[in-house]
């Protein structure tokens, strides 16, 4: 089973999560990833990437160690989603107005609605979202 992937769900794997049920998922993100596959709107790497500049601009990761992650996202079975910008325009836009999103974050919920597959994510107001909308939260029992 596909799983859609958040950017926060795979930045939480370049640093450590304080929480332990939080470290725990992570681990449990990237397993089934490994095992299976996971699916990310174009938007994806992009996020990913601000992440990692944020990161090192803080200085949370030296450069050599966010280039050995960006090695390692590369080699994992993710799959973007190439919908159509202007054939999930309206969705978005209809989700990001329920649940107060930034377009950002309600192109996630829609993939996971399209998909129909859980959703992979730390952001909260995401997850809680995802939740509203009748889409599982991976971690969620």
Known sequence: MTLILDASAALSWMMDRENADEARISFEILFHIQRGSATVPLLW???????????????LIAPQNATAFLVLLEALPIDLDRAA???????????????????????????????????ATFDQKLAKAARSAGISVFGDN
């Open 85 to 119: 910008s202007k054939l999930v325009a309206s969705p978005v836009l209809s989700l990001a107005r329920a649940h107060n999103l930034t377009a950002y974050d309600a192109t996630y919920l829609e993939l996971a609605a399209r998909k129909n597959a859980p959703l």
């Open 45 to 59: 790497f992009t996020e990913v990437l601000n992440g990692v500049l944020v990161a090192e601009r803080r200085s």
